[in-house]
C-alpha cells in the first residue's frame, strides 16, 4: 500500500506529556501537510513542509507545538505538555509537487489527553 | 479572506433517494481550486474530486455528480440513488493557486437510513 501512513493510530497521552505523531508520506511525494480536527468540527490547516523546510506554519499554536521533515524519515508533529485542549485527530497529507497539487490524506492518529 | 461554507450540518434520508450536498465558498483569488472529501465513520478522508476555477463542465463518477457554478459560487455534491455506505461526513474545501493550505468548510454529516 503506497498511501500516507500515520502512527500511531492513536495516542493517550496524560497533561503535560509529550506526544509525538508521525508520517511518511506517499512514496515520491516531497510534500508533507498536518492538519487538526477537533471533536464535531472541520479540519484546520497547521503547517506545511518540505524535506528540511517549514514553508507554511501559519496555522500552528505558538508554543507547544513543532514540526519537521528532515531528508530521512518521517514528518514528525511534536506537542509539547500537552492539555485536553489538544485532544483532536491530527492528519497527514502529502502531494508531489504542492501549490495545486492534489494533496491526499492518511488515516489521522487520534490523541486524547488525560 | 477565503472561506467555504456548508450550511447544511446533518441530513438524512431513505435509501435509494437523491440527496444534494452544498457548498458555497468565498474568494478574491480568480485562479483557485475546489475539492469534495468524504470522512466515513472508520475516520480517515478520501478524496472525491477537484475541480479548477476555469473548468465549469459538470462532472459526473458513477452516482455522485459535482455542479460548479461561479456565478453564485457554488460546488454541490449529488448523490444519485444513495446506499447506507455513502454515510459519511462530506467536506467541500478551497485552496489558491499560490498557496498550500485548504481551506475546509464545517462538514455535513450524512446519514442513509435502510
Known amino acids: 500500500n503506497a498511501g500516507v501512513m500515520q502512527n500511531p493510530r492513536h495516542l493517550v497521552r496524560r497533561r503535560g506529556q509529550e506526544a509525538r505523531l508521525r508520517c511518511s508520506p506517499m512514496k515520491g511525494h516531497s510534500h508533507v501537510y498536518w492538519y487538526r480536527q477537533l471533536p464535531e468540527e472541520g479540519l484546520k490547516f497547521m503547517v506545511y513542509l518540505q524535506k528540511e523546510n517549514i514553508i507554511d506554519e501559519s496555522g500552528m499554536p505558538k508554543e507547544r507545538f513543532s514540526a519537521e521533515f528532515p531528508k530521512e524519515g518521517p514528518s514528525i508533529l511534536r506537542i509539547q505538555q500537552v492539555v485536553r485542549g489538544d485532544s483532536a485527530a491530527y492528519f497527514c497529507?502529502?502531494?508531489?509537487?504542492?501549490?495545486?497539487?492534489?494533496?491526499?490524506f492518511g488515516p489521522g492518529t487520534r490523541l486524547t489527553v488525560l | 479572506a477565503q472561506k467555504v461554507t456548508q450550511a447544511q450540518t446533518e441530513i438524512s434520508v431513505v435509501e435509494k433517494e437523491d440527496v444534494t450536498l452544498d457548498c458555497v465558498y468565498e474568494?478574491?483569488?480568480?485562479?483557485?481550486?475546489l475539492f469534495w472529501y468524504k470522512q466515513p465513520p472508520s475516520g480517515e478522508l478520501v478524496f472525491l474530486i477537484r475541480r479548477n476555477s476555469f473548468d465549469e463542465q459538470n462532472e459526473i463518477s458513477g452516482r455522485y455528480s459535482w455542479n460548479f457554478q461561479k456565478s453564485t459560487s457554488s460546488f454541490n455534491f449529488t448523490i444519485t440513488a444513495s446506499q447506507v455506505v455513502d454515510s459519511a461526513v462530506y467536506f467541500c474545501a478551497l485552496t489558491r493557486s499560490s498557496a498550500s493550505k485548504i481551506i475546509f468548510g464545517s462538514g455535513t454529516r450524512l446519514s442513509i437510513r435502510p
Open positions: 497529507a502529502s502531494s508531489s509537487t504542492g501549490s495545486t497539487d492534489t494533496q491526499y
Open positions: 474568494t478574491r483569488d480568480t485562479t483557485y481550486y
